[in-house]
Each structure stands twice: as structure tokens, then as C-alpha cells.
């Protein structure tokens, strides 16, 4: 008897460990499902529609006319930085041709020169060359446009590394310059306003008198004695001018102005042109 009873509990035992590792297998299954139900999705990288992606065009265009970026550019003899390959060296706003392209390289003609300079140093853009300036804006030391100024002038005042604004005589000899005409100066310095008539007189290629001449330099001292230097773009008939300068009211200010004859003469300027 005592026999048959230990048979029937060691059934008994194995029947709840059974329904137990079952119960327990589910819910681990179940666990697992859940787990990875929860487990977040792997971030997938959506490419850009084609349109939005950056389109690669050429920097320049075979046969277009160009402008040297950068103080000074260098002509190779052929596509390649090369001991003594340098034919030729163009400044800064020298305009040339391209006429094809090598790699890093545009090969270009500029007068009787064909050579090749680096792409990176030449740009299309005129307006990245060449100040645009607007009436009663301010040219500071750090104004864009007073930075194309000074290096389209190699900085010849100096005016950089001392923080200065755009002045009047650095603003009237680019308007020179620029076009084409350009003042053979003897040593004397400084070349302030007020002392250009004084500095020129007798030089080749200068005139000065007091009536008003269309591109000419105008100059005349102010009331607190300083001087200033301004370009005459215009003159029309009743003598009154069309004057282009820097300074003149407020330091680093740039305006054209038509002015009268009754103003202007009692400035009691002088005009100085330059051949």
C-alpha cells in the first residue's frame, strides 16, 4: 500500500513540473516577441531627391573672358607647378581668355602670353573684382569693397595695416586707374589731399587750373584745414558738376553729388587732370 502511494505522488510531482516548464516556455517565447517587437528600426539614410543634390558645373567656359582673384597670378608654360615654369606673372583684375581646360589648370591668352594659370585664381564675376559704390554708404577698413580698392592698388598708402577707411586719394587714384590713366608720382610723401596741385605741379602728363573739367581730380582744403580730392564725372552746362569722392563730409563716406557752380566756387577748388 505504502508502495503504491509513493508511485501515485511521484506521478503527481511530474505532472506539475511538466505544466510548469510549459507555462514557463510560453511565456519566455512570448517575452521574446514582445522584446523584439519593442527593438527600434534600423536608421536608413533617405538619399535626396535628384534635384536637391548639388549640381557640379564648370567653373568657366571655354572662350570667356575672365578677371586674375587673387594680388598676383602666375602664367606656366604648360599645365603643371614646375621649377622655372613661370612665363609670365598678371596683378590683380587683369582681364584675359580662356581658352580650354587641363585638371586644376585653365589654359588662357592675355595679349601675346598663352599659358596656363590655376583655375582657382581667375574668376568670371566682375563684381567680385571691382567695388560697386553707393551713395552715404560707409567703407570701412573691413567693407568688401575697400579690400578690392586696396588690392586692385597693391595698397600703395599703407592704409590696411593701420585700420584706416577708405580715403579720398585712395578712391580718386583707382578712378584713375581704372581708366587707364595713371599718375607719374616724383618721391615726395606724404600724399595727402591738399598737397596733390602742390606734389604734381610741373609733372608729365598733369594740367591744373580752376575751371571744371569732366574726369578730372578736383581738390580743395576744407574749413577745419584738412584737404580733399574728389573725381568729376560730369560737368554740365551752368558749371555745376557731377562730383565722386570719399570723405568729404564724413569719414569713409562715399556720395555723388551734383554741386553747384555758387557752392563749389566757394571751395575755391582747383582741378587737376591727369593724361
Known sequence: MNTFLE?????????????????????????????NELKPAPVVQIARPDTEKRIALPLHTAGTGVYVSVPEASVFYRPVLTYDGVVRRLPYATGLT????????AR????????????????????????????????????PDTKKVRTYLKDEFFAEPLY??????????????????????????????GRWQTILKGRTGIQIGVMPKASA????LKPD?????????????????????????????????IVSKEVWHEWRPVWISVS
Do not use: C
Open 7 to 35: 508511485v501515485i505522488k511521484d506521478l503527481w510531482q511530474f505532472a506539475l513540473e511538466q505544466l510548469s516548464f510549459s507555462d514557463s516556455t510560453e511565456v519566455a517565447s512570448t517575452t521574446r516577441q514582445t522584446v
Open 98 to 105: 580662356v581658352l580650354g581646360f587641363e585638371g586644376r589648370f
Open 108 to 143: 588662357v591668352v592675355v595679349g601675346d602670353t598663352t599659358g596656363f594659370v590655376l583655375k582657382d585664381d581667375i574668376t568670371e564675376q566682375k563684381k567680385d573684382i571691382f567695388p560697386e559704390f553707393l551713395s552715404e554708404e560707409i567703407y570701412s577698413n573691413n567693407h
Open 164 to 193: 584706416l577707411p577708405l580715403q579720398a586719394v585712395e578712391f580718386v587714384l583707382y578712378r584713375l586707374r581704372f581708366e587707364g590713366r595713371d599718375i607719374s608720382w616724383p618721391s615726395e610723401r606724404p600724399r595727402l589731399a
Open 217 to 220: 581730380v578736383m581738390e580743395f
Open 225 to 257: 584745414g584738412t584737404g580733399f580730392v574728389g573725381y568729376t564725372k560730369a560737368v554740365h552746362v551752368d558749371d555745376s558738376i557731377v562730383l565722386q569722392g570719399v570723405g568729404r563730409l564724413i569719414e569713409g563716406e562715399y556720395r555723388e553729388e
